[in-house]
């Protein structure tokens, strides 16, 4: 299989506090993986590529500051939303490349933000 | 850059018939992949099916198949026989060259009626 889980499924927060989001691939190894941004009825929205052991890369107008990505090992990447606002509430969404060469995203379930 | 448009916003089909959701796209590249993606309403991404450009033969997956027309830059899915548990959004999408980020499409909702 091919198998990527998320952690927190959901997460409400206030406004101001930072939240992390865990992105695992279960089953394999992933040296690179993806953070997506969805919104109600629209498609997935690529905020940025994390790479294990070196610097993410952001998508334009995405803010690093703002969503710190750590690519620690080879089946985790984290996400955290700094100094959360209303405005950062979205369904998150990320995904594994199995392998090196290889050309298939494999997506975890996501992570509904809530932000009061 | 890379484009991806589904025309069909939304679809409907009766259960056990056939449905065809269509994707054109606009890349530079000679070599790339194709993919079809479904989401439920659950919101999880499932890979339904993969094209590789340069086989000429379309891919197939059970009930699901594709149409790829290399030279239009067209790439359409076919469910057939459809079950209630199709009801979802179907993306299609292309890989940039370098890096493999997906470019999707706007996706099309599915709605299968018993």
């Known amino acids: ?116 | 850059a890379q484009t991806v448009t589904q025309s069909q916003p939304e679809m409907s089909v009766q259960e056990a018939e056939t449905v065809t959701l269509s994707c054109t796209y606009d890349t530079s590249e000679n070599n790339y992949y194709l993919f079809w993606y479904k989401q439920p309403p659950s919101r999880q991404m499932i890979l339904v099916i993969r094209q590789e450009a340069y086989k000429q033969q379309n891919a197939t997956e059970n009930r699901f198949s594709v149409n790829f027309q290399k030279a239009a830059k067209s790439f359409s899915l076919k469910i057939s026989d459809s079950q209630l548990g199709d009801t979802a959004m179907y993306f299609c999408a292309l890989p940039r060259a370098a890096g493999n980020k997906l470019t999707f499409g706007g996706g099309t909702r599915v709605l299968v009626k018993p």
């Open chain 1, 1 to 116: 299989g091919a198998v990527v889980s998320q952690h927190p499924s959901r997460v409400i927060c206030k406004s101001g506090t930072s939240v992390k989001i865990e992105c695992r691939s279960l089953d394999f190894q992933a040296t690179t993986m993806f953070w997506y941004r969805q919104f109600p009825k629209q498609s997935l929205m690529l905020m940025a590529t994390s790479n294990e052991g070196s610097k993410a890369t952001y998508e334009q107008g995405v803010e690093k500051d703002k969503f710190l990505i750590n690519h620690a090992s080879l089946t985790l990447s984290t996400l955290t939303v700094t100094s959360a606002h209303p405005e950062d509430s979205s369904f998150y969404i990320c995904s594994a490349l199995r392998g090196i060469r290889t050309d298939t995203q494999y997506f975890g379930p996501g992570t509904r933000l809530t932000v009061l």
